[in-house]
């Protein structure tokens, strides 16, 4: 059942390009319509919202800080994202136009069910993203949007990540589209490039070979820092959470503009730091800023592993291991970026001997609050 792999976990991140395939499958039509049908959420229900909340916990919520940027740039509704846990106990401001997105690959994580209730007892609408058919999360929703990852197993979320971005960009392209919004050439064009991600994400499993070797090669590293900027941050984060939660290793994530701010205390010779590089597409500024970083952060002896597009050959002087992903358009970068986070926590916490279907501590649906 393992498919020939030694742990689930190999086999889940081999599947992303299936899983991503089977979570468009159905909703865009080749004329670039999108068919949202099991939302329950009448267009004019969508055009009448005025703010997108979206609740998560761990890598979920990574999905969701993502998900703002795609929802405030294609839709220019203001998006919010909290952690389930801190939601409901801080008073937030809800109302009966306030569009509650709740993201959770179970369906029964008690923070973010609890953060459910409360929003539709504000009268909320309230749209679930997940992946376990009929549980509690969607059952409690007005709409759900289920992802079509099939059964995970291993602990660490990631063929549900990856769709949960998938289903994020749907709903943010769907709304775009239902709203009537400027952007239509960049819209249209968008949901052509994310119908090519399961081609794009098999790209990036060809390539991750020697990203093994580079975790091997850092077992015994005590820390792990990692840098993005734009949606490359809340991926950093991602790749951070999966090296603590797999390798037991201390990890970190910053947004890259914060280092000067004092992160960059922490520098010291041979510190492993990655950096997820933002595309050139559009965002020229963001990438020559993050540059600028690696050549800062190397100078000060950290060992750079970078990831960056193929053919992008600026970073290569500054990286002591260079990562290439396929050029996508900068929001929809995630998708590949990730991929070679998940191998390299992987490999590095196989490295150490580690369980990665069962690390210690976790369970793959937190039921208690
Ligand atoms: C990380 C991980 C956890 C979950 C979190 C939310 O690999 O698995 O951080 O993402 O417990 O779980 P769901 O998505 O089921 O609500």
Redesign the pocket.
């Known amino acids: 059942e393992k498919g020939g792999y030694d742990y689930f976990m190999l086999k889940e991140i081999v599947e992303q390009p299936y899983a991503v395939a089977d979570t468009l499958l159905g909703r865009v039509g080749v004329d670039g319509t999108l068919t949202l049908d099991e939302m329950r959420l009448a267009p004019h229900e969508l055009r009448q919202i005025s703010k997108v909340v979206i609740i ?6 990574h999905a969701g800080l993502i998900a703002k940027y795609a929802i405030e740039h294609w839709c220019r509704i203001p998006c919010e994202v909290e952690v ?1 846990s801190e939601f409901r106990y801080r008073d937030p401001i809800l109302d009966s136009q306030t569009l509650v997105i709740a ?7 008690m ?2 069910l609890m953060a459910v209730r409360y929003a539709r007892e504000q009268h909320s609408r309230v749209l679930a993203i997940c ?1 376990v058919n009929g549980s509690t ?1 969607p059952r409690e929703s007005d709409g759900v949007l289920y992802t079509h990852a099939g059964p995970e197993v291993g ?4 063929k ?2 990856l769709t ?1 971005l998938v289903a994020c960009y749907l709903v943010g392209l769907y709304l775009a589209q239902v709203r009537g919004l400027k952007f239509g050439d960049e819209i249209n064009a968008i949901i052509e490039q994310l119908a090519r991600m399961p081609e794009q994400v098999g790209r990036v499993l060809e390539t991750v070979e020697p990203v093994r070797e580079l975790a091997r090669s850092l077992a015994d590293a005590k820390t792990v820092l990692f840098l993005g900027r734009h949606v490359g941050y809340p991926v950093a984060m991602e790749g951070a ?2 090296l603590k ?1 797999l390798a037991y290793m201390h990890a970190e994530a910053f947004a890259a503009g914060e280092l000067k701010h004092g992160p960059i205390a922490l520098i010291e010779e041979g510190l492993p730091v990655v950096v997820v590089v933002p595309s050139r597409e559009g965002r020229g500024v963001l990438h020559d800023k993050i540059v600028s970083n690696i050549q800062e952060i190397r100078a000060r002896g950290a060992r750079t592993i970078v990831i960056a597009e193929e053919g992008d050959e600026s970073v290569r002087p500054y990286s002591d291991a260079l990562i290439e992903i396929p050029s996508v358009p900068t929001l929809l970068q995630p998708i590949v970026a990730t991929v070679p986070l998940q191998v390299f926590a992987c490999e590095l916490a196989l490295a150490k001997g580690n369980d990665v279907d069962q690390p210690r501590n ?1 369970a ?3 039921t208690v609050e």
Request: hydrophobic share 35%.
């Open positions: 998560a916990c761990g890598t979920s919520y389930a993201i959770s690959q179970s369906g029964e994580s923070d973010t992946n999360i602990v660490a979320a990631t549900t990540f949960q959470l999966k939660e976790l793959k649906s937190v």
